[in-house]
């Protein structure tokens, strides 16, 4: 054996016995370590629209990466509704501020787990708006102030029937003194009148929780009319009570078993008395002023006190008539005298 192989045979050995690496370069070369691979990027877009097709600018978003619930970024619709994010592929959770849509719109959900991939990468989101808009199926709501006048959309085009709703209030009546309107409510027409210069509806009387649904409609063909609207109770009810000037003999025209309202200021301090001569009656007075209330009663010919209430000027007296013979529906009428006297 020469000496060349000799040396190779002995740096051989060295290898196959794991000796280090000697001048001779090395036993092999010392494997290369793979490059990193490269996460794979997309765009994930985020639109979102009115059920009626129309974008909605400034609709929140967070996403969070759904391996390790880190938050990756904000995202806010822009005009036309949308919203992009450069993230790697892989699964994501998707979270909508409620706060962020426009007022009565509603998303079917406002959570979402997404698996977003090369193809996979977008997101349309639908709100519904039920938002009133004068229509059959989203009428507008008239609201009512101190002074009982309605607001809500007022304007009605040229030749335009608009619908509205409002709770009703223990059977008012609705008016509207523009000419160039009708009403038509539990299909029923009702139109200006020109001698009484305003437009009235009565409704139904219901519990306040009902919403009374009618239809308004401007019935000129050039202009436009701006609504002037409010409730009134009937004359005589609770919430519009007959108004006393003087006293004396006073006949209430009562109807079916509703009861008849007056309201006095009284015009002198002493004692108010109430007599009557009509049978199957209930009389109420109250001092609002001082919260003292009595009532009489006749029942057939049975002789009952008169009735006296302590009263000093200035004070709001109402006065509640009720008609037992009423009960059978017909009209009815009672007959009392209210009488200021001298203190008792």
């Not at 009703?168 to 609705?174: D, K």
């Not at 401007?218 to 006393?244: D, K, R, Y």
């Not at 002789?303 to 008609?323: H, K, T």
Request: proline share 4%; charged share 20%.
């Amino acid at each position: 054996m020469n000496i060349f192989k000799k040396f190779l045979a002995v740096a051989l050995s060295l290898c196959l016995m794991g000796g280090a690496a000697t001048a001779l370069t090395a036993c092999k070369e010392e494997e290369t370590p793979p490059p990193p691979v490269e996460t794979q990027k997309v765009d994930f877009t985020v639109t979102v629209k009115s059920d009626g097709g129309t974008p909605i600018e400034g609709a929140q978003f967070v996403m969070y990466a759904n391996i390790d619930n880190s938050k990756v970024g904000d995202l806010v619709t822009n005009a036309e509704g949308k919203a992009t994010v450069n993230v790697a592929v892989g699964e994501y959770d998707l979270e909508l501020d409620s706060a962020s849509l426009p007022a009565m719109h509603f998303p079917d959900q406002y959570t979402w787990t997404l698996d977003i991939t090369e193809t996979a990468n977008t997101l349309e989101v639908i709100a519904e708006d039920i938002s009133p808009n004068g229509s059959l199926e989203r009428p507008y709501y008239f609201t009512v102030n101190e002074d009982n006048e309605l607001s809500a959309h007022n304007v009605l085009a040229v030749d335009a029937t608009v619908y509205f709703e409002l709770r009703n209030l223990a059977g008012s009546s609705l008016f509207i003194d523009n000419e160039n309107v009708k009403v038509v409510y539990e299909n029923v027409t009702y139109e200006y009148d020109a001698q009484a210069e305003v437009l009235e509806v009565p409704l139904a009387e219901t519990d306040t929780h009902t919403r009374l649904k009618f239809a308004i409609v401007n019935t000129s063909e050039e202009v436009e009319v701006t609504l002037h609207a409010w409730l009134q109770s009937p004359t005589g009810s609770q919430g519009n009570p007959i108004i006393l000037e003087e006293l004396g003999v006073i006949t209430a025209e009562i109807s079916g078993a509703d009861a008849v309202y007056y309201k006095w200021i009284a015009t002198g301090t002493g004692t108010l008395r109430v007599t009557t001569e009509s049978a199957l009656g209930d009389i109420v007075v109250t001092n609002n002023t001082t919260n003292q209330t009595t009532n009489k009663r006749t029942v057939g010919d049975e002789e009952m006190p008169d009735l006296e209430l302590e009263v000093s000027e200035g004070d709001e007296i109402v006065i509640e008539v009720n008609a037992f013979g009423g009960r059978d529906g017909e009209n009815y009428e009672y007959d009392f005298t209210l009488l200021l006297g001298a203190a008792a």
